[in-house]
C-alpha cells in the first residue's frame, strides 16, 4: 500500500533538493510559480506559443542557477527576476531577427475612461501583444515592473531617450488601439441592447 505523507520541509532543505534534481522538488517549484510567472511572460511576449517558450527558457535557467539563490531571500521575486530577464533575452532576439516599423502615431485622445473596464484580459493582453516588441519591452519594464528608464536603457541597451520615446509611441498606440476597440466594443453593446 503507498501512502502520500505530507511532509513539512524547509526552505534551504527544499533548494537543496532542487540542486540536486529531485524530480518531486523541481516539479513542485514549477508547478508553485508556473501559474504566477505565464503572465509575466506573456506581457512581454508576441503570442502564447512564445510565452511558454520564453517560460520554460526561464525555468530552465532557474534549475541551473539554484545554487545562486540566497537562502531567506524572496524565492518568488528571484524567480520573476529571471523571467523578466528571460523575456528581455526574448526581445532582444526577437529584435535581431527583424526590423520592426516605427508608425508616426496621430494623437487620439480617448474620451471613454472606462474603455479598459469592458474589456476583457485576453483583449487588454491582445491590445499589449499589438506593440512592436520595443514599444511592448519599454511599456512593461515601466509600467508594470517598475524600472526606471536609465536601468531600461542599461537592460536593452539603448539610450535613456529612447526609453521614454518608446513609451511615449507605446501609451500613444495603445490609446490609439483601445479607441479603436472601444468603438468595436460600443458598437457590440449597442447592437445588443436593440
Not at 520595443?134 to 515592473?145: D, H, Q, S, T
Request: net charge positive; glycine share 2%; proline share 2%.
Amino acid at each position: 500500500m503507498n501512502r502520500v505523507l505530507d511532509i513539512q520541509y524547509s526552505e534551504s532543505d527544499f533548494i537543496k533538493a532542487c540542486i540536486d534534481k529531485e524530480a518531486w522538488a523541481l516539479q513542485k517549484l514549477y508547478e508553485d510559480y508556473y501559474p504566477s510567472m505565464y503572465p509575466v511572460c506573456l506581457r512581454y511576449a508576441n503570442c502564447e506559443a512564445d510565452a511558454l517558450d520564453i517560460l520554460h527558457d526561464g525555468f530552465i535557467k532557474i534549475f541551473k542557477n539554484l545554487d545562486k539563490y540566497q537562502i531567506n531571500t524572496s524565492l518568488g521575486a528571484w524567480i520573476k527576476r529571471i523571467m523578466v530577464n528571460t523575456s528581455i533575452d526574448y526581445y532582444r532576439r526577437e529584435t535581431r531577427r527583424r526590423t520592426a516599423d516605427i508608425d508616426e502615431i496621430i494623437g487620439v485622445a480617448d474620451k471613454e475612461a472606462d474603455v479598459i473596464s469592458k474589456m476583457s484580459t485576453e483583449e487588454l493582453l491582445d491590445s499589449l501583444q499589438s506593440l512592436t516588441p520595443a514599444y511592448r519591452a519599454v511599456f512593461n519594464l515601466y509600467i508594470v515592473e517598475g524600472y526606471s528608464h536609465k536601468e531600461i536603457a542599461e537592460l536593452l541597451g539603448i539610450s535613456e531617450s529612447t526609453s521614454r520615446s518608446n513609451l511615449v509611441k507605446a501609451r500613444n498606440k495603445l490609446r490609439y488601439f483601445l479607441f479603436h476597440k472601444f468603438k468595436y466594443v460600443k458598437e457590440r453593446y449597442t447592437l445588443k441592447k436593440k
